[in-house]
């Protein structure tokens, strides 16, 4: 069946270094992928999203490249932040609206920043 | 941005009682959708409805009967409440595929 794994529960970095959060995904229909944030006590709340293939999308200075060759959907920053210490979710969807857009999830990777 | 409010945000009840959360979306959207949140399982689909009066199953429904009453409304029901449904509960509305929108989320314990 259709599934995201995220391979890392928790990562811990320190303020200025760079991150690579890993997301991978198994679809038998046209991927749809999505990174969502979570901060303590607050809802998800969209990050970054993609359906198309080899190209770099960035929001709020995260980025990361859907490659269908290898199913992957890995988030990175540059330079991590305090601010950025949170729960990071991937997502797949059905590019085509079927199963009534349902999002499978991956089981989070929390991230923490240290001074 | 979509806009979803739950209710109530914090709800604490005794085993085998009967809990409704309620979840309202005010952009219009088809589709709306009940999760659970636990530590180690992520975000799992309880139910989920393309609109008013239409309910599916998602992939965690078993205590949990939904019921989606106008455009904007949708309701979780727990009739025999039991400790293992102590968690955090998420709302989400959609209109097609490009992501869903996420409510505040509602705390249940289960005593």
């Known amino acids: 069946g259709d599934s995201v794994t995220q391979t890392e529960g928790l990562v811990t970095l320190t303020k200025g270094l760079p991150v690579m959060l890993n997301c991978t995904y198994q679809t038998t229909y046209s991927p749809f992928l999505f990174w969502y944030v979570q901060h303590l006590n607050e809802a998800p709340k969209l990050l970054l999203k993609s359906s198309t293939d080899n190209k770099r999308t960035e929001h709020q200075g995260f980025y990361a490249t859907l490659h269908k060759s290898s199913s992957s959907f890995h988030l990175q920053k540059s330079s991590v932040q305090l601010s950025d210490s949170a729960l990071y979710f991937c997502a797949l969807s059905d590019l085509y609206g079927g199963s009534g857009n349902k999002l499978i999830f991956g089981t989070g990777t929390l991230l923490s920043v240290k001074p | 941005e979509a806009a979803v409010t739950q209710s109530p945000r914090n709800k604490v009840t005794v085993t085998g009682g009967n809990v409704t959360l309620s979840c309202r979306q005010t952009?219009?959207?088809?589709?709306m959708y009940w999760y659970r949140q636990d530590t180690g399982h992520g975000l799992r689909l309880i139910h989920y409805s393309y609109g008013a009066g239409n309910l599916q199953i998602g992939d965690v429904p078993d205590g949990y009967k939904a019921t989606r009453t106008t455009q904007e409304d949708f309701f979780l029901l727990l009739e025999l409440a039991s400790p293992s449904q102590t968690s955090l509960y998420f709302c989400?509305?959609?209109?097609?595929?490009?992501?869903?929108?996420f409510g505040p989320g509602t705390r249940l314990t289960v005593l």
């Open positions: 952009n219009s959207h088809n589709y």
């Open positions: 989400a509305s959609s209109d097609r595929p490009g992501g869903q929108y």
